[in-house]
């Protein structure tokens, strides 16, 4: 990041309209398209102009719309001399706004290849002062390079208490509850987040039905059913009505069933009249709007979410092989309706799971540690054993004290990260007092997935920069062809000859050379810029579905593996289209 250039508050000066508008004449740009802005400037409050100075030289200005997070120009000044300062500009701009797209006239050639070799990829296009517009989001590959050693500004400033509670490890149901009444004493006790007579929805993590083998449960993938059970029987004895809720992402139909699966119904037994179980996929939906919050400005929400006084967020102490660790900042993607969770992979994964939080405020956080899930998560991975509960109320803080617990820096998990960015909470251990044994005392380094994207034979992948989230997906679709080829068991279908090479890009890096005689696919928002050279799969990550799809058309022979039913996700994909329709509009 830039330590060298500054910002200070500039104002709009009719001198300032005058160099802007001779940039665009100078470079042959419509001017009326910019004395259109300037006048939209003028009554848009949430417009900072930044004067940005270095050595005490005026080096440039860049006008930012903080609502949308959008830089609507950046221009250098005309007396200065020095190498272009823009790329400076916008490394200060991202240390301190962390979220940021930039907008412009579609003509402004030089502009756009400035902001494309920044990191800044074309993500929609619109019409607006008689002009074609581009806007352009940054890599979120970039984005977490260019802020890896940073620290959010303003940092958050209150400390966050995290409970820490060791379970014997014979795990009764009794050591269980009195593990769950102690970390909420821990915290505070009860009544600070349930007055009695008030509602309550519990949010587990019940992500698919392969916690179960034999009809035993294996531990690590759902959350424990005896956490769920002993949390309800404690929250029956102050609340009026316990609702558990879930929106399993990769079935979206088959919450239901899934709450059979797992024997919910026990649950339900405790107090037929006062626990519901709740398919928040399926659940009425009401508008939220989100004051304050940037670039989110209302979202459809599920209703027994918005009607409840408390919610209790219970993910799993587990690996993501994308998101590198899902935990409760991951574990409310579930609470978004179907659409939404669609949605969430073509505007931006992380960053929509941090939205979520502007959203959906748990007031209690209990991971439930009893067995935490390493390699594969979440839900192909390890079982270990690790005979905790790991309480709190701020996601961040939860979050990266679990990460410890597992072995693993915090700021490696990119929504983890997101989150700290944009102060949600703490990530520094010294920010956090923990109540219980140390993390160092009940630390346990966990597998990592081993991901792997290497091509075969005539497919090549190039991967460079490319973040987590691409390269853990793809992984996911090239294991599917790392088996015999039917047409030559004596070879894998990955080293399947193609009559043209294939290569599958991937990540922000700007590829020199793309050969138009060859097969080209472009993964993501990150190559969304070549997408008119070849396949073009959207999204950031792409959805799994997508991902599956686009590479399998290169095996027309061979049946496609599931990923979800094809049916509902196709629903999605079509409303999704006409969502991004309007948005051309
Ligand atoms: S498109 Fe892929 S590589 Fe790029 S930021 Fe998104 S997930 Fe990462």
Not at 2 to 27: C, H, M, N, V
Not at 39 to 66: H, P
Not at 142 to 148: A, I
Not at 281 to 308: H, Q, W
């Amino acid at each position: 990041m830039s330590a060298d250039i500054s910002f200070q508050r500039g104002r709009r000066t009719p001198t300032l309209f005058k160099l802007l508008k001779e940039r665009y004449t100078k470079q042959g740009l419509d001017e009326r398209y910019i004395v259109s802005k300037w006048d939209e400037w003028g009554k848009n409050r949430s417009l900072s102009t930044f004067r940005a100075v270095k050595d005490d030289l005026i080096v440039g200005w860049i006008f930012y719309d903080r609502k949308t997070s959008t830089i609507e120009e950046i221009f250098v000044n005309t007396g200065w001399e020095g190498k272009d300062p823009r790329g400076a500009m916008i490394d200060a701009l991202i240390s301190r706004e962390s979220l940021v797209a930039a907008s412009l006239p579609k003509t402004d050639a030089e502009k756009y290849q400035f902001l494309l070799g920044y990191g800044f990829r074309p993500a929609s296009s619109s019409r607006s002062h008689g002009s074609d517009l581009i806007k352009m989001e940054l890599s979120t590959a970039v984005l977490l390079d260019k802020t890896r050693s940073a620290a959010p500004l303003p940092s958050y400033r209150k400390r966050e208490r995290v409970a820490i509670e060791k379970i014997p490890p014979a795990q009764s149901y009794e050591e269980i509850k009195q593990g769950i009444l102690n970390v909420i004493e821990k915290l505070g006790g009860m009544r600070r987040f349930v007055k009695p007579g008030q509602t309550v929805a519990i949010k587990p993590n019940i992500v698919s039905d392969h916690g179960l083998k034999d009809g035993k449960a294996i531990g690590g993938i759902v959350t424990d059913i005896r956490v769920i059970k002993a949390l309800t029987e404690i929250l029956l004895g102050i609340a009026s009505h316990v609702y558990i809720t879930e929106g399993s992402s990769i079935n979206r139909s088959a919450t239901g069933k899934m709450f059979a699966h797992y024997g919910y119904d026990e649950v339900v037994g405790l107090d037929p009249k006062r626990v519901t179980l709740v398919d928040l996929n399926n659940d009425r939906l009401v508008e939220k709007r989100v004051p304050g919050s940037k670039r989110l400005f209302s979202r459809k929400v599920p209703a027994t979410l918005e009607m409840v006084d408390t919610i209790i967020n219970v993910p799993v102490l587990k690996i993501h092989f994308a998101a590198i660790a899902s935990l409760s900042i991951k574990n409310l993607q579930g609470a978004m309706p179907p659409i939404e969770k669609y949605m969430s992979h073509f505007f931006g994964l992380w960053q929509n799971l941090v939205n979520i939080h502007h959203l959906i405020k748990p007031k209690l956080i209990l991971i439930d540690g009893l067995t935490g899930l390493e390699d594969f998560g979440p839900v192909s991975g390890i079982p270990r054993k690790m005979d905790l509960l790991i309480g709190g109320t701020n996601p961040v803080a939860v979050d990266a004290v679990a990460m410890r617990i597992m072995g693993l820096d915090p700021r490696v998990s990119p929504p983890v990260f997101l989150a700290w960015m944009q102060g949600f909470g703490p990530l520094e251990a010294d920010k956090i007092d923990i109540i219980g044994p140390s993390v160092e005392d009940v630390a346990q380094k966990f597998v990592q997935p081993a991901i792997d994207v290497k091509g075969g034979t005539s497919l090549t992948i190039h991967s460079d920069e490319a973040c987590p989230g691409c390269k853990g997906y793809l992984h996911f679709v090239l294991s599917k062809l790392r088996r015999p080829d039917p047409a030559d068991p004596t070879r894998l279908l990955i080293d399947r000859p193609f009559e043209k090479p294939v290569n599958i890009f991937l990540g922000p890096s700007n590829i020199k050379e793309v050969k138009a005689d060859e097969v080209n696919i472009f993964l993501g928002l990150c190559q969304q810029h070549n997408a008119d050279k070849g396949t073009h799969l959207p999204g950031c990550p792409p959805h799994a579905e997508v991902l599956t799809s686009g590479i399998f058309s290169l095996f027309p022979d061979i049946e496609r593996p599931k990923y979800a039913d094809e049916t509902e996700e196709s629903k999605l994909k079509k409303m999704l289209e006409e969502i991004l329709e309007n948005r051309k509009a």
